[in-house]
């Protein structure tokens, strides 16, 4: 069965400094992951998704995410925060082998506070 | 380019009224659509998906249904609100495999008093 699990209900960076949000997977098989990022009282935005392409992948805002297989983590990471990265931030595991059936599984998500 | 509306943003409704969320996407055909409840402080739990119109698939056992009239249409009803109805309610939708990326509203608060 596919879980994940984001290790830092909370993180919080100045402005400036790098960030890195954890998620490690558990999945029987090479899954899809998600990060997406949801602003107060709004819906979530997809960042980026890892599709068993090329293991490091690039998002919009500056964000990205390494697949490490034997590790099974895809921490998101981004060199330099800024305040308007404050948000909550989820990681999401699907298993394409499953058909018929919601097979999405979501994080409980990790809160980023930026620091001015 | 796709759009998902949702509608209304806000909502304050007396323990025991009726409720009916409606969400709409436009730039898409036969979309698998979701409804997700994030309760304060939590994370999101999927209530139903639905694969076409009139299919409804539904996750958690509650006084919630859901219905799809339309093809790019999606519904949340319930007859009589709980407290434990509140919460930030997300419509989202995919193309092709249920696994694939989803693509969020704006979400609609439910505050039940």
């Known amino acids: 069965a596919q879980s994940v699990t984001q290790l830092d209900s909370h993180v919080s960076v100045s402005e400036g400094t790098p960030v890195l949000l954890r998620c490690n997977y558990s999945s029987s098989y090479s899954p899809s992951l998600f990060w997406y990022v949801q602003h107060p009282n709004k819906g979530l935005q997809l960042l980026l998704k890892y599709t068993s392409a090329a293991t490091l992948v690039k998002g919009i805002n500056g964000f990205e995410a390494e697949f490490k297989k034997s590790e099974t983590s895809f921490h998101l990471t981004k060199p330099s925060a800024h305040m308007s990265d404050a948000a909550e931030y989820f990681c999401?595991?699907?298993?394409?082998?499953?058909?018929?059936?919601?097979?999405?599984?979501f994080g409980t998500g990790t809160r980023l506070t930026v620091i001015p | 380019s796709q759009t998902i509306h949702q509608w209304p943003a806000t909502l304050v409704q007396p323990v025991g009224s009726p409720l009916s969320l409606e969400c709409t996407v436009e730039g898409t055909s036969n979309p698998n659509l979701y409804w997700y409840r994030q309760a304060a402080g939590r994370g999101l739990q999927l209530l139903f998906y639905s694969v076409g119109i009139g299919q409804i698939s539904s996750e958690v056992p509650q006084n919630l249904s859901a219905s799809r009239p339309q093809d790019r249409q999606f519904i949340l009803s319930s007859k009589k609100l709980l407290l434990s109805d509140s919460g930030f309610y997300l419509c989202?939708?995919?193309?092709?495999?249920?696994?694939?990326?989803?693509?969020f509203g704006p979400g609609t608060r439910l505050t039940v008093l």
């Open positions: 989202a939708w995919s193309v092709g495999s249920l696994g694939d990326t989803q693509y």
């Open positions: 999401v595991v699907s298993d394409p082998r499953k058909t018929g059936a919601n097979n999405l599984f």
